[in-house]
């Protein structure tokens, strides 16, 4: 075991959490959000800032705020950075508290640690995005098998483009060698019952709109950023652009993105089950404690996992 990691479904209080560890054990929180990356986003992505300052003190915190909104930040770009950040943590003797709900980056880091290193082909991108699901399939159905034939995710068609560009790649080069250090994670999930899952995304959401969001996006596209580029990064930024874009009414605005934050949820709740059956175990705990009793239920579990080694 070599970090801590909190997970679980949006607006399940990981962040609270994760700075309230981080004060107890004088460490380093490093986010593992798609979004949370780009400077200038902060509402939309949820970033809480502020959750970082405990009891006075400036926590620090990696990979926020790190690239350019209006870019695409790729899974290799991260886990390049993650492990670049977690290799000088664990130099530096610290046990770091990992913190997010891009459950995708948590298992890039657990499983396909080796394959995140193969660099994006944009020009065959370009050439496979117009096709459609069955068209990709088929593609990379006729690919010669490679050691990432069989661990390829082909369940949408984002994920097959991102599979034949590795076996593409994988044809004519070998996989670079690196020192990194394998993740071990000591792993806690916020748990939420369905209700309450919806409830606190109604409620957050609300509250993000009448404190900005919609500001926040406008301030976006005026520097420049293209609407479809913000569409793009889905959920907030996607329905709000096009509500300034005067497909919604502000009414529909609401409905519509409370639906698609909801559904993103279940499948963050999907994935933290994939993981589980994978062989990841999760200490869930209520994510309606207070947040004082969910850190020590974690420094028990972490106390007792010490004692073990």
Known sequence: MNCITIIGPT?????????????????DVISLDSRQVYRGMNIGTGKDLQEYTVNGKQLPVHLIDIAEPGTTYHLHQFTHDFNTVFKQLTEQHKLPVLCGGT?????????????????????????????SKEELLHIFRQLPATAYTRLADTSTAKRLIRAIEICSW????SLPQNNYPKVLPLCFGMALTAEHRKKNITERLRFRLQNGLIEETESLLASGIEAAQLIRYGLEYKFVTEFLQGKYSYTQLQELLTIAIQQYSRRQMTWWRKLEREGLHIHWMDANLPVSEQLQMLLHELSLHSQLK
Do not use: C
């Open 170 to 173: 994988l044809l004519h080069h």
């Open 103 to 131: 459950a995708l980056y948590f298992h890039a880091l657990l499983h396909e640690h080796q394959f995140t290193s193969v660099p994006v082909n944009e020009i065959l991108r370009s050439e496979l995005e117009p096709k």
């Open 11 to 27: 607006a399940s209080g990981k962040t609270r959490l994760a700075a309230a560890a981080a004060f107890a054990l004088h460490t």
